[in-house]
Nanobody, 123 residues
Framework: QVQLVESGGGLVQPGGSLRLSCAAS????????MAWYRQAPGKQRELVAT???????NYADSVKGRFTISRDNAKNTVYLQMNSLKPEDTAVYYC?????????????????WGQGTQVTVSS
C-alpha cells in the first residue's frame, strides 16, 4: 500500500521560513508529478507548486519567488521550501503524487494524497 507522509509544518512569524517534506513509501514502481496544494479555512484547495518527473516546476502566482519545490527521486521525497512567509500563506498543506504501484500482481496508476500539515503564519 502506498502512503504519503508529510512533515515540517508549524507556527512561524511573518517573514520567516519553513520547509515541508513529503515521503512516499510502499510498492512503488515509479512516480510521475509530485505537487503541493494548500487549503485555507473557508476556501477551496489550491495548487501551490508542481514538480514533474522530467524536472519541470510550476508555481502559483501567489508564491512565485518565495517558495521552491524540489525533489529527491532516490528517496521518493518532495520538499517545499517556503520563505518570506505571509499570514495569507496560513493553510493546511497537502502533498500529492501520481504513482505507478504494484497491487495484486499488476501495475496500477493512482493519485495519492498526504494527510496534510498545518502551516500558521502569525505574529
Amino acid at each position: 500500500q502506498v502512503q504519503l507522509v508529510e512533515s515540517g509544518g508549524g507556527l512561524v512569524q511573518p517573514g520567516g521560513s519553513l520547509r515541508l517534506s513529503c515521503a512516499a513509501s510502499g510498492s512503488i514502481f515509479s512516480i510521475n508529478t509530485m505537487a503541493w496544494y494548500r487549503q485555507a479555512p473557508g476556501k477551496q484547495r489550491e495548487l501551490v507548486a508542481t514538480f514533474t518527473n522530467g524536472g519541470s516546476t510550476n508555481y502559483a502566482d501567489s508564491v512565485k519567488g518565495r517558495f521552491t519545490i524540489s525533489r529527491d527521486n532516490a528517496k521518493n521525497t518532495v520538499y517545499l521550501q517556503m520563505n518570506s512567509l505571509k499570514p495569507e500563506d496560513t493553510a493546511v498543506y497537502y502533498c500529492n503524487a501520481g504513482i505507478l504501484s504494484w497491487r495484486l500482481g499488476r501495475l496500477n496508476s493512482d493519485d495519492y494524497w498526504g494527510q496534510g500539515t498545518q502551516v500558521t503564519v502569525s505574529s
